[in-house]
């Protein structure tokens, strides 16, 4: 079980995790957060759970969840319509953080908030927002991150995901994981919010930059050079013909 006292005294956040619903099994953290938020739930509300039974991932996949060794939570988020656009940078660069000043591993991002290392799943972010017309209501922002798992007694992920405990050679206190990636997480929330640029940093992270890469849209197939992003986070495919498309993260699958 999380140890909540702990993760209080290293949490130095001003409102994110300052209300953190904690639940054992959960079908799934959005589910909950969803309804909380519906409910008038205050930005900054943290939905943890040690188990979901039905964990979901981006484009319909699921997220395989088992208890006691990952981290599974969902923030919720009131945010602009310009902190909105920001999410698809500051989550994962918030894990990158997290993964970063607990552990030391340093984690890169797959196109557009996939967290790696040695091209092996550390995190998965889930963004789903709610609009009221043509501006965000509330947003969930669904984080699946590897702790402690063993990924070898995951037969459904072992050859595609890692862990902070399998990069970095120890456990690693999941308190400690948290606090620190909800500490990262506003500050880079924050900062986005002044209006501060975080394509930079997440750039510096993005290994799909240079690279030819996969994108299905539905059926669709279409190869290209992930040439650049652009201020949205949308990515730049430049097509065999030399014609750019504006990839936007939402509908795709990536193969680097
Ligand atoms: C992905 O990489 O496809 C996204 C995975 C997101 C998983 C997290 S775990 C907590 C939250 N609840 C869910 O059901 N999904 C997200």
Redesign the pocket.
Known sequence: MLNLAAFEAQLTTSFLGRRLLYATTLT???DMARREAAEGAPEGTVVIAEE?T??????G?S?V?PPGDNL???LLLRPTLTGLRALTMVAPLACVQAAQDTTGVEARIKWPN?VLVNRR?LA???IDTELMGEQPEYTLV???LNVNMDVESQPEVASIATSLRAEAGREVPREEALASLLNSFEALYQKAGKGQELREAWKARLETLGKRVNVRFGDIVEEGLAEDVDEEGNLLLRLPGGALRVVSAGEVTLRV
Do not use: N, V
Request: proline share 0%; glycine share 20%.
């Open positions: 799934s953290t959005q979901q039905a964990g979901r991932g981006r484009l996949r997220w969840s599974y939570l969902t996939d799943k998965g972010i889930l669904g984080i699946g």
